[in-house]
């Protein structure tokens, strides 16, 4: 009895696994968090050497700490059902620690780290024997009370880290993360309590795809704001409103190259695999990487609306040319994920853009951006031209086919 009542939270198979409303409503607290995130990365602007090492290291840390949270919640209303009100309750109480986050994350290293971790560790923790005691005697129950294991293994390395020095913060949240991460790649195992492998996990694939495209487009929507934003703040200049038109259709070019056409078929992909899951885990990381390359971007369309011609330390290449370089890596591997090999215009872009780096260099960030979206242009004309007059190619993903050695997915 108990067990069938717990099923009811359980995603059915006539969901018409959409994105509900409750999700882009969650995902408002994460537009904040990530123009925190592009605001720490801009502040690193002057910096040099190993203290602009350690700011990156910092901030990528606190984006991934978020990055954890936003992908344990999209896992959790692809398992179960999002118009349950124990799952609504979740995912608000989510929303409401991830505004924490976000808000204390500009200082979440110095002397806002103890709300930072704080709110982590309530999502971790708490969220899972939440959905445990809702699914009552259902064998499902399992599944989060070994995530919220896990998660008590590495909370006194984000409390130490909170409250102790702070010189050891860094690589004590580094830990803590590396171990909650691990346990997301292990399937979070514990003795009598076995091993729950994502890649196993029976999901809405539909559900996984949207997802992931409303968060690359969320990210996106924050590099159209930066531009937005420092264009109106700043002094009016021709060769201002040049960076602004240039930043401008260096996004356009993202998102085209985004959806054309592995972008655009992942739901399809999703839905064809025999293990979604499986899939669904090497997009999620793919996804991290796009999302991050995205916002990377548009702190470089900052630094150059601000000062098209100035800016002579190279550390600016980081963003105007890292950022884009980390993005065609990312959907390279995606390529792969769809359709099970690469496309040239893909590489082809990325090899011009590392050529051109160390010349780069010695040139103003104008001239970077401006390369960089000449480089985008021929990716986006390439696949152009290898489409025209050919039929739209289907997915073939090799990820998530079962093979004879795999364990059935998890009920």
Known sequence: MAAGRGAKLLRPATSSGRATFLELFFDLAFVVALTRVSQRFADLRDDTGWVLVGGVGRTLLLFLALWLIWSHTTWITSRYEPEQPIIQAVVVGTM??????????????????????????????????????????????????????????????????????????????????????????LGWPLPWLGVSKVSHWRIAGTHLADRYQQMFLIALGESILVIGVVFSGADYSAERACAFAVAFATSALLWRIYFYRAGLLLGDALARAVMPGRLGTASERTHLLIVLSVLVTAVGYELVIDDPYGLAQPSWLLFVVGGPVLFLVARIRLDYEIFGRLFWSRVIGLVVLLLFTPLLARWAPMVGLSVVGSVLALVALLDALRSRGRPLEASSSPIGRATSGDPDAEA
Do not use: C, K, N, Q
Request: glycine content about 6%.
């Open 96 to 185: 409401f620690a991830g505004l924490i986050m976000a808000v204390t994350l500009p200082r979440a290293m110095e002397e806002r780290a103890l709300p930072f971790a704080v709110a982590y560790l309530m999502v971790m923790v708490v969220r899972p024997l939440v959905i445990a005691a809702a699914l009552r005697g259902h064998p499902r129950r399992l599944v989060p009370f070994r995530l919220a294991g896990w998660a008590l293994v590495s909370a006194p390395l984000w409390l130490a880290g909170a409250l102790g020095p702070d010189r050891l913060r860094l690589p004590l949240w580094a830990a803590a993360l590396a171990v909650d991460y691990l346990a997301w790649g």
